[in-house]
């Protein structure tokens, strides 16, 4: 019973330097998604996917890209990271349910957070 | 205007009492899903309860309900004989259906309540 599961758990990068964050899912979940938490707030999101091989910005995409080459697999890349992209940083999961009307309205289930420290 | 209002950072409750997790959300949209995570002190995000906007019935999950007041925009988390292992961080998220023009992919969160259980 993995479900959402991320690598690494945690990592400390220079400014500047580049990293990316792996997300797997072994629930056949056609929507994935990247999320951070800063202190004091809840989750934001940064990019989403529908499906294998599409991906669309969020709230918060500036400074990150990601890929979805496969139906189970979600990157996140920072390419220069930056000190203000410290965070915790958590993958998400569903089916592809319509909120309201009945259905599970697309519960998202999370992996464990990986927690990125840019010096 | 925040989408997601959580007044409460931090509550305390007795053992096996009952607690009530503030909520209220702010949407146009006709459609719409609620859900509570539970994120206790190792971080990761737990799914609890989702109620859809046009479910009649309030929603329950074990010792979990949730008080839906649609006139009011509200969704209250119930938690009932309350245990230590729900001292926690509770989050109250939207998912909304996109009809009105807002986003249809992400959960909007609210800022978190942190539960304290007094033994």
């Known amino acids: 019973n993995a479900g959402v599961t991320q690598t690494p758990k945690f990592r400390v990068l220079k400014t500047g330097q580049s990293m990316t964050l792996l997300c797997a899912q072994d629930?056949?979940?056609?929507?994935m998604y990247w999320y951070r938490q800063d202190p004091g707030m809840g989750l934001r999101l940064i990019h989403y996917?529908?499906?294998?091989?599409?991906?669309a910005k969020g709230e918060v995409p500036d400074g990150y890209n990601v890929s979805r080459l496969k139906k189970q697999n979600f990157l996140l890349g920072l390419e220069s990271a930056a000190p203000s992209q410290t965070s915790v940083y958590f993958c998400?999961?569903?089916?592809?349910?319509?909120?309201?009307?009945?259905?599970?309205?697309?519960?998202?289930?999370f992996g464990a957070g990986t927690r990125l420290s840019v010096l | 205007a925040q989408k997601i209002t959580q007044t409460q950072p931090g509550m305390f409750v007795q053992e096996k009492e009952a607690v009530t997790l503030d909520c209220t959300y702010d949407?146009?949209?006709?459609?719409?899903?609620l859900f509570w995570y539970k994120q206790p002190s190792s971080g990761e995000m737990i799914f609890l309860i989702y109620q859809g906007s046009y479910d009649q019935q309030n929603a329950t999950e074990g010792r979990y309900s949730l008080n839906f007041q649609k006139a009011r925009k509200s969704a209250n988390l119930v938690i009932s004989a309350s245990q230590l292992g729900d001292s926690a961080m509770y989050f109250c998220?939207?998912?909304?259906?996109?009809?009105?023009?807002?986003?249809?992919?992400?959960?909007?969160f609210g800022k978190g309540t942190k539960l304290s259980v007094i033994p």
């Open positions: 629930m056949n979940h056609e929507y």
């Open positions: 949407t146009s949209d006709p459609s719409y899903g």
């Open positions: 996917s529908v499906g294998e091989g599409t991906t």
């Open positions: 998400a999961s569903s089916y592809p349910s319509p909120p309201g009307a009945g259905g599970d309205g697309n519960i998202q289930y």
């Open positions: 998220a939207m998912r909304e259906s996109g009809l009105s023009g807002a986003g249809s992919y992400q959960l909007t």
